[in-house]
């Protein structure tokens, strides 16, 4: 007879599988809160707020998805029609995969990075969404950083001080330092870090409006 899991490994396999799908509810919600954006033309920038994209490096792979799937969405649904118990819920599928796409596309557009008078949004899609206000930020400056294969998204230097990656593309060319170590709320869970290395389309005019608040950039 196998032997029965612990009850605390039990507590921790359901408390996996509750952020999972959690996170997948967020999503779904999420995606569709993005399409109405950008139907909109209402994007999630701050009061006061300058936006700065990061989506030009992966805009024509988001694209070529959406076509694939509306492609795919079409040929299927040719195959199938004669067979209405097979072709609905194909459908279905097909059309809640299209849609999942437009969404994925539509949350970078509509959530980009921002510099206020708050302080800065770094943001990854609908996944991320850092708030970090001025009073914990200690220098912003650019800093290009490729990695080759998959990475970890926080790094632990020699000191002991953890670094967030939001890598588009498996680049970052910017980085925030700051004041001390700050909790961030991510998708896997809480994090503790010093530095966050993130990327923008336009790292000129991100350090440009930062000048604008703190007034000097390291």
């Known amino acids: 007879m ?25 999503m779904e919600v999420h995606g569709y809160q993005s399409i109405g954006r950008f139907v909109l033309r209402r994007p999630r920038v701050p009061a006061g707020a300058v936006a700065f994209p990061y989506h030009q490096g992966v805009l024509a792979i988001l694209i070529v998805f959406v076509v694939l799937s509306a492609v795919e969405l079409a040929v299927v649904d040719l195959i199938v029609h004669r067979w209405a118990h097979v072709r609905i819920p194909l459908l279905v599928l097909g059309v809640w995969g299209l849609v999942y796409m437009f969404g994925l596309l539509f949350g970078m557009l509509t959530r980009p990075h921002a510099v206020g008078p708050d302080g800065i949004r770094v943001r990854q899609g609908t996944a991320i969404d850092l708030a970090l206000k001025w009073a914990d930020i200690y220098s912003v400056s650019r800093r290009e950083h490729t990695t080759q294969g998959r990475k970890p998204k926080v790094t632990v230097d020699p000191d002991g001080q953890a670094t967030l990656h939001l890598r588009m593309r498996d680049e970052t060319n910017l980085e925030i330092k700051l004041d001390r170590p700050v909790q961030l709320r991510l998708p896997h869970g809480v994090e503790t870090v010093r530095t966050v290395a993130f990327y923008a389309d336009d790292p000129k005019g991100f350090l440009a409006e930062v000048r604008r608040h703190i007034g000097s950039e390291v």
């Open 2 to 26: 196998t032997p029965m899991a612990p009850p605390r490994a039990r507590r921790a396999w359901w408390q996996q599988a509750g952020q999972l799908a959690r996170r997948a509810v967020l």
